[in-house]
């Protein structure tokens, strides 16, 4: 199964940009971030997947999408506790007609922020398996949301890498903020960082076998 995880900052670089990049990409599932509202649902179409959104700032339509093969078995939204100031985030869970869970989420730009919402979201998942995280964590590897996280989850890029990892800027990437995070029963066999530029950040791909499938 390929996972893409793209903030694809509401298409300002281009929606064709965006719809070419997963279009070469032919994922299994997309998780974006920053995703305007209509935006998933054109990808969609464009792309051959089913659409699910998860709006964190409601009025905008703003917020977090997965895009599938097939519809989902299920949809959760959960609303992560908002911080005084700061924008409204959230995590999109959706469970696959495999039985695969995959979270969508969005961590914000406090250090104390991201680590109450990455236990929230570690305690909305608690013993569910097989188990996809995926998103802009806003944080490199040293931070301490992303090490909840891994202590948890199997960071993908850590176990079957190509490359840096690095994912912002797009156009000289520096720093790995987005990520793909899975379950210990989910085997990851390889994960790269796109070399297109279709946003200001670079989409991360991961390509895994969930237990009980074969490739």
Same mark, same amino acid.
């Given at each position: 199964?390929?996972?893409?995880?793209?903030?694809?900052?509401?298409?300002?670089?281009? =929606?064709?940009?965006?719809?070419?990049?997963?279009?070469?990409?032919?994922?299994? @599932?997309? $998780?974006?971030?920053?995703?305007?509202?209509?935006?998933?649902?054109?990808?969609? &179409?464009?792309?051959?997947?089913?659409?699910?959104?998860?709006?964190?700032?409601? =009025?905008?339509?703003?917020?977090?999408?997965? /895009?599938?093969?097939?519809?989902?078995?299920?949809?959760?939204?959960?609303? =992560? #506790?908002?911080?005084? #100031? &700061?924008?409204?985030?959230?995590? /999109?869970? @959706?469970?696959?007609?495999?039985?695969?869970?995959?979270?969508?989420?969005?961590?914000?730009?406090?250090?104390?922020?991201?680590? %109450?919402?990455?236990?929230?979201?570690?305690?909305?998942?608690?013993?569910?398996?097989? /188990?996809?995280?995926?998103?802009?964590?806003?944080?490199?590897?040293?931070?301490?949301?992303?090490?909840?996280?891994?202590?948890?989850?199997?960071?993908?890029?850590?176990?079957?890498?190509?490359?840096?990892?690095?994912?912002?800027?797009?156009?000289?990437?520096?720093? #790995?903020?987005?990520?793909?995070?899975?379950?210990?029963? $989910?085997? $990851?066999?390889?994960?790269?960082?796109?070399? %297109?530029?279709?946003?200001?950040?670079?989409?991360?791909?991961?390509? /895994?076998?969930?237990?009980?499938?074969? %490739?």
């Amino acid at each position: 199964m390929r996972v893409v995880a793209f903030n694809i900052s509401s298409c300002r670089a281009g =929606l064709d940009r965006v719809i070419d990049a997963l279009g070469e990409l032919d994922p299994d @599932v997309v $998780v974006l971030n920053e995703v305007a509202r209509g935006q998933d649902r054109a990808i969609g &179409r464009a792309i051959g997947r089913v659409s699910v959104k998860g709006n964190t700032l409601r =009025l905008r339509g703003f917020g977090n999408a997965v /895009l599938l093969r097939e519809r989902p078995s299920s949809v959760r939204r959960l609303r =992560l #506790r908002r911080t005084r #100031r &700061r924008e409204r985030r959230g995590a /999109l869970i @959706v469970r696959l007609p495999s039985g695969a869970t995959v979270a969508a989420t969005h961590l914000g730009l406090g250090d104390e922020e991201r680590v %109450r919402h990455a236990r929230q979201i570690l305690r909305a998942l608690e013993g569910v398996v097989p /188990l996809i995280v995926a998103g802009d964590l806003n944080e490199t590897t040293g931070g301490a949301a992303v090490g909840l996280l891994c202590a948890e989850l199997t960071d993908a890029f850590a176990v079957a890498r190509e490359g840096s990892g690095s994912t912002y800027p797009a156009d000289v990437p520096a720093e #790995r903020l987005d990520y793909v995070l899975c379950s210990p029963d $989910v085997r $990851v066999v390889r994960t790269f960082v796109d070399d %297109r530029v279709a946003s200001d950040h670079r989409a991360v791909v991961a390509d /895994l076998v969930l237990p009980g499938v074969e %490739r």
